[in-house]
């Protein structure tokens, strides 16, 4: 309901620019010699063949624009206008180029498909996953197609430096999900890598918003950092299933009442408490996750 006012707004905009473009070019005379609407136009050589729609079908501008509004609908981005404007640059980039583009280029174009929806829309995400997929296995003239682990190791690297997951973490989860050089990888393991990667980076973020309810600045006291690191910890031990988001869920399922009942607890401590810095939190906590992890085979 919030969206009518701006379409009806932009379809006044539009009426509006109509008008004034008739205004300025009116209709011509009928000895001009230009074509009208929906009249060929003499000798078979003008552009007005058919209608307007016929125009736009024959260009491929309606299946083009088609296929830039599905896009919009997988990939949900958060400012889909930006997203359009970047489609339709790479799209142009992408036909300009005599052969696919070289490692560089492809691993740019994948990064931008994986991070365009968030991991909980499972639908967009995944057709994302499928396009980078595809992106990063298309061959050229020596190279067959497919994804090999030097790409793919390469792409969750760079997932993992958009976020500000610790770099221990980070490596230690790369360890744990990478593929041989060399080796082909197939596609669900490859949407399991980056799954896994964006998840880590949502945990890190979580995490450091924990930490910011702990303290003041970059340190915090340590008896309540360890109370909800344990209650953490437990949280995450309650999950079942090996995929990713499980972990996620299982970890916002630390309530309230939950982590009131731990800092309580450790406050009734008599001892003269120490402190933790925000650094050491999220390392520790993303070990937790880390540790749940299940290695590529």
């Known amino acids: 309901a919030e969206k009518l006012p701006a379409r009806a707004e932009v379809r006044s905009k539009m009426a509006a620019y109509e008008k004034r473009r008739a205004a300025?070019?009116?209709?011509?005379?009928?000895?001009?010699?230009?074509?009208?609407?929906?009249?060929?136009?003499?000798?078979?050589?003008?552009?007005?063949?058919?209608?307007?729609?016929?125009?736009?079908?024959?260009?491929?501008?309606?299946?083009m624009v088609r296929e830039a509004l599905l896009k919009v609908l997988e990939a949900?981005?958060?400012?889909?206008?930006?997203?359009?404007?970047?489609y339709f640059e790479?799209?142009?980039?992408?036909?300009?180029?005599?052969?696919?583009?070289g490692p560089p280029q492809r691993l740019a174009r994948a990064l931008w498909y994986v991070c365009l929806a968030h991991h909980s829309h499972r639908t967009a995400f995944d057709s994302n996953a499928g396009a980078a997929y595809e992106v990063l296995g298309c061959g050229g003239r020596r190279r067959a197609a497919g994804v090999d682990g030097r790409l793919y190791s390469e792409l969750l690297r760079r997932i993992c430096q958009r976020g500000a997951a610790p770099a221990e973490a980070a490596a230690e989860l790369l360890r744990r999900v990478r593929c041989r050089?060399?080796?082909?990888?197939?596609?669900?393991?490859?949407?399991?890598?980056?799954?896994?990667?964006?998840?880590?980076?949502?945990?890190?973020?979580?995490?450091?918003?924990?930490?910011?309810?702990l303290g003041a600045g970059d340190s915090a006291d340590s008896r309540l950092c360890q109370a909800v690191l344990r209650a953490l910890e437990d949280a995450l031990g309650a999950g079942h299933g090996s995929?990713?988001?499980?972990?996620?869920?299982?970890?916002?399922?630390?309530?309230?009442?939950?982590?009131?009942?731990?800092?309580?607890?450790?406050?009734?401590?008599?001892?003269?408490?120490?402190?933790?810095?925000?650094?050491?939190?999220?390392?520790?906590?993303?070990?937790?996750?880390?540790?749940k992890v299940k290695p590529v085979e």
């Open 90 to 101: 790479r799209l142009v980039l992408a036909e300009a180029a005599a052969e696919p583009p």
């Open 24 to 63: 300025a070019a009116p209709v011509p005379a009928g000895g001009s010699g230009l074509p009208e609407p929906g009249r060929a136009a003499p000798g078979g050589g003008g552009l007005a063949e058919g209608s307007a729609a016929e125009f736009l079908l024959r260009a491929g501008v309606t299946a």
């Open 243 to 291: 995929r990713p988001a499980r972990y996620l869920e299982a970890g916002s399922r630390l309530g309230p009442d939950r982590l009131a009942l731990a800092m309580d607890q450790a406050l009734q401590e008599r001892k003269l408490g120490s402190s933790m810095s925000r650094e050491e939190f999220l390392r520790k906590a993303t070990a937790l996750f880390i540790a």
């Open 181 to 213: 050089d060399h080796e082909a990888v197939p596609f669900d393991v490859f949407r399991y890598g980056v799954l896994t990667c964006c998840v880590l980076l949502e945990f890190a973020a979580k995490a450091d918003a924990l930490f910011a309810v």
């Open 76 to 86: 949900r981005p958060a400012e889909p206008v930006s997203f359009l404007a970047e």
